[in-house]
């Protein structure tokens, strides 16, 4: 602080204006006395201003700061009392900064000025401890603020004591000088001018000696405070500290004036560079200066200062006014409580015992190293699951019981014995005590938890029971014979039990905890326990079994699920047979539980793969029927658009609904071929991702804009091998599926979601899907809905041809069947998961690329595109056992300008060939598929015939097998017979060319 300044300067400049005063009493006139009675009043009345204002504001200051350091002490003896304590003073003190009067007494002076910056900072402070918790500790930044304020606050109650003083000498030379003029009037009163002068000197004597009080008494409550002040004056690089800082840096009163160089020097070695580059920041930046400094203490220890400091723009340049306040007690205090916690951590971490620290109803906030050991948890994962997993599921209900009783005080402390299981599935006994605690009588509350092995125990109790078992079943020989069985039981995985009626016990051989998850051996089984692991849904039937079999003293067979202990389901079959005693009563039941999990998979694949394979033969030979039916109808349509007048509108009219109908049926019959997976398709690099971009613009233009659709695609997956046309096809499927699903929803809004990801299927993955699909990389094309769902029953039937849920007319069957065929036909597979009332999901698995890098494809010759205006004069051969197709064939070439010999029997065709009359043709067209010889077959020998002669074979449907045949010929074009009518033309056109 620099308060004491103003106040050197003024008590100098009364000193000599007093000394000049003396030197003219001799020239003091009769008018002194007149003036002296008024001269000695307001001489009083300033005086007891002056006292009174300096006293009001060292009251206030010192209030404030010992407010604060009672608000703000942060040890382990702080009480809520202390706090309120402090906050009360400094309320105090600024309701009387507040109180106007300060600086009123002289108006129109430096301190009248002063006086509201004074009131405006102690207004903005008073709203700070408005909103100052009592309770809760400060923040960082809330703590830097907060002693910012105040200094801030006690920097304007300097600059104000010291305007304040020089206001009052001010008034007093101003009495003086009245006073010498008094005297210059009445000369002859010298002796009462002496008097009024000594009773001057005592007034700046009785002022300086209050301005001296109370900057002791501000030193005083700085040193008490155990922080200083300090002013950096930027421009010259000086800094003045006040006493409490020269003591606090252990210098003496001489030495508070010096270069800011040298104040850092009294900082430790590490310090003092980060020190000077933070206070030209803070000046820089015209921000707080808050930073934690070391200076020397007794002895050896170094002490703790936030160094805290605000630069302020002044007449005399920036000046940054701070303050240093010693946390070393802080700092003991944080390194006392990290010790102890210390302490703690390695006396719970090194017992012996099992200990545990949970919330009232069980979840885990701490467990040590002999817990984790106990139940085979990992030693460095933390714990915050809840008690209660890692107990036995029957004998949760007895922990959370504990736990309830604890919670609602009938008991502080219980003791039970019950099983634990450990992540591998092994059981083991403990002896369980918990116990309610609390911290410092607070209202929050923990439970304790002991828990000591009684595994070995346990196990004892076990073997020896099952000792004394094994001793009234069988004998030794018996028990090795027990050995060997328990090993053929594993290989067959086939598990046996033995039901103790009376008894109400279970006896489990090895492999069966095998099978139900846990580790064998485990404590003695229950029959409530053996049924936990039987599916809910098959739970009661197996009960009701096995009530008949104890009601008609018969034998137990059924077919049931087996859930395990890792949520693994089994399919199984039980079996049982009954020992009665001597008096024919029933005692035991021998029975086995044999896993069937593996034999179901393949049965349930097989009897898939048979049943879509019938179907796909099925589909396959109604589109080559229907496609030869096709073939004539829309052939005999295009001859009577020739036959028919133009001018016949009307017969034109029906003509183009008869070929719109052909149209459609073409495409069913596509769409069956898909399905058969007898179609050949061009396979290529895609880009799925594009794909599935592409198609969902395509659905938001034809699904309602009432069902939302949502998609997501990440950036980067692999590539795949497939057909563009056919996947987008499966997407628009599956979404038109989901669209109907979602179109009669009312409680809430319909929604359909689109997700592309990569996926890897494992051995276990590929056994679910049960299809023909190998492990590797895939990518997981998803459909979700949350419409209507489906019942297992539709759920086994959806992929079937012409299977549909909708009404007569709504729908052909054939999609999800389509879909179906062009997965497997990409070597993928599809998984459905679906509930009534909560959607469905849809997961397309298709293989994944290693590379992206796209397969070289080969070009297809467009028929269409090739005109069959300039014809020649041709001769053709057709062969074709339907005479409708023969029949229509040669009329549409025969108007075509060529010469068409039709035979309708394969046998006479290749009597025609072994004659050599083939020569006389320039082109062979015939049908693949006819009794006695096929179209292969004929065009094999004519090629032995006449070698450079053109074939066409023309097939219901194009399979792959025969595009291969053709191919091994050279030069044999094959067509489908649905196209007939307009490319058998176009293809006779190109090879004339």
């Given at each position: 602080?620099?308060?004491?300044?103003?106040?050197?300067?003024?008590?100098?400049?009364?000193?000599?204006?007093?000394?000049?005063?003396?030197?003219?009493?001799?020239?003091?006139?009769?008018?002194?006395?007149?003036?002296?009675?008024?001269?000695?009043?307001?001489?009083?009345?300033?005086?007891?201003?002056?006292?009174?204002?300096?006293?009001?504001?060292?009251?206030?200051?010192?209030?404030?700061?010992?407010?604060?350091?009672?608000?703000?002490?942060?040890?382990?003896?702080?009480?809520?009392?202390?706090?309120?304590?402090?906050?009360?003073?400094?309320?105090?003190?600024?309701?009387?900064?507040?109180?106007?009067?300060?600086?009123?007494?002289?108006?129109?002076?430096?301190?009248?000025?002063?006086?509201?910056?004074?009131?405006?900072?102690?207004?903005?402070?008073?709203?700070?401890?408005?909103?100052?918790?009592?309770?809760?500790?400060?923040?960082?930044?809330?703590?830097?603020?907060?002693?910012?304020?105040?200094?801030?606050?006690?920097?304007?109650?300097?600059?104000?004591?010291?305007?304040?003083?020089?206001?009052?000498?001010?008034?007093?030379?101003?009495?003086?000088?009245?006073?010498?003029?008094?005297?210059?009037?009445?000369?002859?009163?010298?002796?009462?001018?002496?008097?009024?002068?000594?009773?001057?000197?005592?007034?700046?004597?009785?002022?300086?000696?209050?301005?001296?009080?109370?900057?002791?008494?501000?030193?005083?409550?700085?040193?008490?405070?155990?922080?200083?002040?300090?002013?950096?004056?930027?421009?010259?690089?000086?800094?003045?500290?006040?006493?409490?800082?020269?003591?606090?840096?252990?210098?003496?009163?001489?030495?508070?004036?010096?270069?800011?160089?040298?104040?850092?020097?009294?900082?430790?070695?590490?310090?003092?560079?980060?020190?000077?580059?933070?206070?030209?920041?803070?000046?820089?930046?015209?921000?707080?200066?808050?930073?934690?400094?070391?200076?020397?203490?007794?002895?050896?220890?170094?002490?703790?200062?936030?160094?805290?400091?605000?630069?302020?723009?002044?007449?005399?340049?920036?000046?940054?006014?701070?303050?240093?306040?010693?946390?070393?007690?802080?700092?003991?205090?944080?390194?006392?409580?990290?010790?102890?916690?210390?302490?703690?951590?390695?006396?719970?971490?090194?017992?012996?015992?099992?200990?545990?620290?949970?919330?009232?109803?069980?979840?885990?906030?701490?467990?040590?190293?002999?817990?984790?050991?106990?139940?085979?948890?990992?030693?460095?994962?933390?714990?915050?699951?809840?008690?209660?997993?890692?107990?036995?599921?029957?004998?949760?209900?007895?922990?959370?019981?504990?736990?309830?009783?604890?919670?609602?005080?009938?008991?502080?402390?219980?003791?039970?014995?019950?099983?634990?299981?450990?992540?591998?599935?092994?059981?083991?006994?403990?002896?369980?005590?918990?116990?309610?605690?609390?911290?410092?009588?607070?209202?929050?509350?923990?439970?304790?938890?002991?828990?000591?092995?009684?595994?070995?125990?346990?196990?004892?109790?076990?073997?020896?029971?099952?000792?004394?078992?094994?001793?009234?079943?069988?004998?030794?020989?018996?028990?090795?014979?027990?050995?060997?069985?328990?090993?053929?039981?594993?290989?067959?995985?086939?598990?046996?039990?033995?039901?103790?009626?009376?008894?109400?016990?279970?006896?489990?051989?090895?492999?069966?905890?095998?099978?139900?998850?846990?580790?064998?051996?485990?404590?003695?089984?229950?029959?409530?326990?053996?049924?936990?692991?039987?599916?809910?849904?098959?739970?009661?039937?197996?009960?009701?079994?096995?009530?008949?079999?104890?009601?008609?003293?018969?034998?137990?067979?059924?077919?049931?699920?087996?859930?395990?202990?890792?949520?693994?389901?089994?399919?199984?079959?039980?079996?049982?047979?009954?020992?009665?005693?001597?008096?024919?009563?029933?005692?035991?039941?021998?029975?086995?539980?044999?896993?069937?999990?593996e034999r179901h998979a393949l049965e349930e694949q097989l009897r898939e793969k048979q049943k879509m394979e019938s179907l796909g033969t099925l589909a396959g030979g109604v589109a080559h029927d229907f496609n030869n039916l096709l073939s004539i109808i829309i052939g005999n349509l295009q001859l009577l658009r020739h036959d028919i007048p133009p001018e016949d509108a009307a017969q034109h009219a029906r003509l183009e609904h008869m070929a719109s109908a052909t149209a459609r049926a073409r495409g069913l019959v596509a769409q069956i071929l898909a399905f058969s997976r007898r179609a050949p398709v061009e396979f290529s690099s895609q880009d799925l991702a594009a794909i599935v971009t592409e198609a969902v613009g395509l659905l938001r233009s034809t699904v309602p804009s009432g069902i939302a659709i949502e998609y997501a695609v990440p950036g980067e997956l692999p590539a795949m091998i497939g057909n563009a046309t056919q996947l987008e096809q499966v997407l628009v499927n599956l979404c038109t599926n989901a669209w109907h699903a979602c179109e009669?929803?009312?409680?809430?809004?319909?929604?359909?979601?689109?997700?592309?990801?990569?996926?890897?299927?494992?051995?276990?993955?590929?056994?679910?899907?049960?299809?023909?699909?190998?492990?590797?990389?895939?990518?997981?094309?998803?459909?979700?809905?949350?419409?209507?769902?489906?019942?297992?029953?539709?759920?086994?039937?959806?992929?079937?041809?012409?299977?549909?849920?909708?009404?007569?007319?709504?729908?052909?069957?054939?999609?999800?069947?389509?879909?179906?065929?062009?997965?497997?036909?990409?070597?993928?597979?599809?998984?459905?998961?679906?509930?009534?009332?909560?959607?469905?999901?849809?997961?397309?698995?298709?293989?994944?690329?290693?590379?992206?890098?796209?397969?070289?494809?080969?070009?297809?010759?467009?028929?269409?595109?090739?005109?069959?205006?300039?014809?020649?004069?041709?001769?053709?051969?057709?062969?074709?056992?339907?005479?409708?197709?023969?029949?229509?064939?040669?009329?549409?070439?025969?108007?075509?300008?060529?010469?068409?010999?039709?035979?309708?029997?394969?046998?006479?065709?290749?009597?025609?060939?072994?004659?050599?009359?083939?020569?006389?043709?320039?082109?062979?067209?015939?049908?693949?598929?006819?009794?006695?010889?096929?179209?292969?077959?004929?065009?094999?020998?004519?090629?032995?015939?006449?070698?450079?002669?053109?074939?066409?074979?023309?097939?219901?449907?194009?399979?792959?097998?025969?595009?291969?045949?053709?191919?091994?010929?050279?030069?044999?074009?094959?067509?489908?017979?649905?196209?007939?009518?307009?490319?058998?033309?176009?293809?006779?056109?190109?090879?004339?060319?």
């Amino acid at each position: 602080m620099n308060s004491s300044e103003p106040a050197r300067r003024g008590s100098l400049l009364l000193a000599l204006r007093h000394s000049t005063a003396q030197a003219l009493t001799g020239l003091v006139a009769l008018g002194l006395i007149v003036a002296l009675g008024w001269l000695h009043f307001e001489h009083t009345s300033v005086e007891h201003a002056m006292a009174r204002e300096l006293e009001t504001l060292r009251i206030a200051r010192f209030d404030l700061a010992h407010g604060y350091m009672l608000a703000t002490r942060n040890n382990i003896e702080d009480d809520a009392l202390q706090r309120a304590a402090g906050m009360a003073r400094m309320r105090q003190a600024v309701d009387a900064l507040q109180a106007g009067q300060l600086g009123l007494q002289f108006p129109g002076t430096q301190a009248a000025q002063e006086s509201a910056p004074l009131r405006a900072a102690a207004q903005e402070f008073a709203g700070t401890l408005a909103r100052w918790p009592v309770t809760a500790p400060p923040s960082p930044a809330e703590e830097v603020e907060r002693r910012a304020m105040l200094f801030a606050l006690d920097q304007h109650a300097a600059r104000f004591e010291g305007a304040l003083q020089r206001a009052v000498g001010t008034r007093v030379d101003s009495l003086e000088h009245r006073f010498l003029l008094a005297a210059f009037g009445a000369g002859a009163l010298l002796a009462m001018l002496t008097a009024w002068l000594s009773i001057a000197s005592f007034a700046r004597q009785r002022a300086e000696s209050i301005a001296q009080a109370q900057r002791a008494h501000f030193d005083f409550a700085m040193s008490t405070l155990a922080f200083g002040s300090w002013r950096y004056d930027v421009p010259t690089g000086k800094m003045h500290w006040s006493s409490a800082m020269a003591s606090l840096a252990g210098r003496v009163p001489s030495a508070m004036d010096l270069q800011v160089a040298d104040a850092a020097a009294s900082l430790h070695p590490d310090d003092r560079a980060p020190w000077l580059a933070a206070v030209s920041e803070a000046v820089a930046a015209d921000h707080l200066l808050s930073t934690e400094v070391r200076r020397a203490g007794d002895g050896e220890q170094w002490r703790y200062f936030l160094s805290l400091g605000r630069p302020m723009a002044t007449g005399a340049g920036v000046q940054m006014f701070g303050i240093d306040v010693d946390i070393s007690s802080f700092k003991q205090v944080q390194k006392e409580l990290a010790t102890s916690e210390a302490l703690f951590t390695a006396a719970f971490e090194s017992a012996g015992a099992s200990l545990a620290l949970t919330t009232p109803d069980g979840q885990c906030l701490r467990v040590n190293q002999a817990f984790r050991m106990l139940l085979g948890l990992e030693l460095e994962a933390p714990v915050t699951s809840s008690l209660a997993e890692f107990v036995y599921p029957p004998d949760q209900r007895d922990l959370r019981a504990a736990l309830e009783r604890l919670a609602n005080g009938s008991t502080s402390s219980t003791r039970r014995e019950l099983r634990v299981i450990s992540p591998d599935g092994a059981l083991r006994w403990v002896d369980i005590t918990l116990a309610m605690v609390s911290v410092n009588n607070s209202a929050e509350r923990y439970v304790a938890v002991q828990m000591i092995d009684l595994d070995q125990r346990k196990q004892a109790e076990a073997k020896l029971e099952a000792a004394i078992t094994a001793l009234t079943v069988a004998s030794q020989e018996n028990v090795r014979l027990l050995a060997r069985l328990n090993e053929a039981q594993s290989i067959a995985r086939i598990g046996s039990w033995v039901w103790t009626v009376d008894a109400h016990e279970l006896w489990w051989s090895d492999e069966l905890y095998r099978l139900c998850g846990l580790t064998p051996n485990a404590p003695s089984i229950r029959l409530e326990d053996y049924l936990s692991f039987v599916h809910e849904d098959d739970r009661k039937a197996y009960e009701a079994a096995m009530e008949r079999a104890i009601a008609n003293r018969s034998n137990l067979e059924f077919d049931l699920r087996i859930v395990t202990h890792q949520g693994d389901l089994l399919y199984c079959r039980s079996r049982g047979q009954w020992e009665f005693g001597d008096s024919g009563a029933l005692e035991r039941m021998h029975g086995t539980l044999q896993d069937l999990t593996e034999r179901h998979a393949l049965e349930e694949q097989l009897r898939e793969k048979q049943k879509m394979e019938s179907l796909g033969t099925l589909a396959g030979g109604v589109a080559h029927d229907f496609n030869n039916l096709l073939s004539i109808i829309i052939g005999n349509l295009q001859l009577l658009r020739h036959d028919i007048p133009p001018e016949d509108a009307a017969q034109h009219a029906r003509l183009e609904h008869m070929a719109s109908a052909t149209a459609r049926a073409r495409g069913l019959v596509a769409q069956i071929l898909a399905f058969s997976r007898r179609a050949p398709v061009e396979f290529s690099s895609q880009d799925l991702a594009a794909i599935v971009t592409e198609a969902v613009g395509l659905l938001r233009s034809t699904v309602p804009s009432g069902i939302a659709i949502e998609y997501a695609v990440p950036g980067e997956l692999p590539a795949m091998i497939g057909n563009a046309t056919q996947l987008e096809q499966v997407l628009v499927n599956l979404c038109t599926n989901a669209w109907h699903a979602c179109e009669n929803l009312r409680d809430r809004k319909p929604q359909i979601r689109i997700e592309l990801t990569s996926a890897k299927l494992d051995d276990e993955a590929v056994m679910r899907l049960s299809q023909s699909v190998a492990p590797g990389d895939y990518l997981c094309l998803r459909v979700t809905d949350n419409g209507d769902g489906m019942e297992p029953a539709t759920l086994g039937r959806i992929f079937e041809p012409f299977f549909t849920t909708h009404g007569l007319g709504t729908g052909t069957g054939l999609g999800l069947a389509m879909v179906h065929g062009i997965v497997v036909s990409h070597r993928g597979a599809i998984e459905v998961r679906s509930e009534p009332g909560k959607g469905s999901c849809f997961e397309v698995y298709l293989p994944a690329l290693a590379s992206s890098a796209a397969t070289e494809q080969n070009p297809l010759v467009d028929a269409d595109a090739i005109a069959s205006a300039a014809l020649p004069h041709l001769r053709v051969l057709y062969v074709d056992d339907e005479p409708a197709i023969a029949a229509f064939v040669g009329e549409l070439l025969g108007e075509a300008g060529m010469d068409v010999v039709t035979l309708t029997s394969a046998s006479a065709a290749l009597a025609l060939i072994e004659r050599g009359e083939i020569r006389d043709f320039d082109v062979l067209v015939c049908d693949y598929n006819m009794p006695e010889y096929s179209g292969l077959d004929l065009a094999k020998r004519a090629r032995e015939v006449a070698p450079a002669l053109p074939i066409i074979l023309s097939s219901g449907f194009l399979a792959a097998q025969m595009q291969e045949q053709a191919a091994s010929l050279g030069d044999v074009r094959v067509l489908n017979k649905v196209d007939l009518p307009e490319k058998l033309i176009p293809t006779l056109s190109q090879i004339q060319r």
